[in-house]
């Protein structure tokens, strides 16, 4: 569950950097058709690929973390495996009020 919420947020990671690049394109265009001279026109080029650069950086920062979250996410052990030790590092028995078996499972109590 954990590798498809993270797949799913690289993915809008990805998106929205994409929307970030367009967008910065979009403002260099108009810089530019603003700009009366080269350095102007030069200076907005330069403006468009430090928000380029930035956008490429979110989305890094965004798939850490979503790999972060992954690494930290508590997961339940698959039916069947031992529960993790608890305190001092014993490992409690089920009890058959839980709907649990003796330790040494059903038919091991001598009569």
Same mark, same amino acid.
Request: charged share 30%.
């Given at each position: %569950?954990q590798t498809?919420?993270?797949?799913?947020s690289?993915?809008?990671?990805?998106a &929205?950097?994409?929307? /970030?690049?367009?967008?910065?394109?979009?403002? *260099?265009? %108009? *810089?530019?058709?603003?700009?009366?001279?080269? *350095?102007?026109?030069? %200076?907005? +080029?330069?403006?468009?690929?430090?928000?380029?650069?930035e956008?490429? %950086?979110?989305?890094?920062?965004?798939?850490? &973390?979503?790999? /972060?979250?992954?690494? +930290?996410? +508590?997961? &339940? $052990? $698959?039916? @069947?495996a031992?529960? #993790? $030790?608890? *305190?001092?590092?014993?490992? #409690?028995? #089920?009890? #058959?009020?839980? @709907? =649990?078996?003796? $330790?040494?499972?059903a =038919?091991? +109590?001598?009569?």
């Open positions: %569950m498809a919420k993270q797949k799913v690289d993915a809008a990671a990805s &929205q950097q994409n929307v /970030d690049k367009v967008r910065a394109k979009a403002q *260099e265009k %108009m *810089e530019k058709t603003d700009a009366r001279t080269s *350095e102007e026109k030069e %200076m907005a +080029h330069e403006r468009k690929e430090i928000s380029e650069a956008a490429k %950086m979110k989305k890094h920062e965004s798939k850490a &973390q979503n790999v /972060d979250k992954k690494a +930290h996410s +508590h997961q &339940q $052990p $698959p039916l @069947g031992e529960a #993790p $030790p608890t *305190e001092g590092g014993v490992t #409690p028995t #089920p009890s #058959p009020a839980a @709907g =649990g078996q003796y $330790p040494g499972g =038919g091991s +109590h001598v009569m």
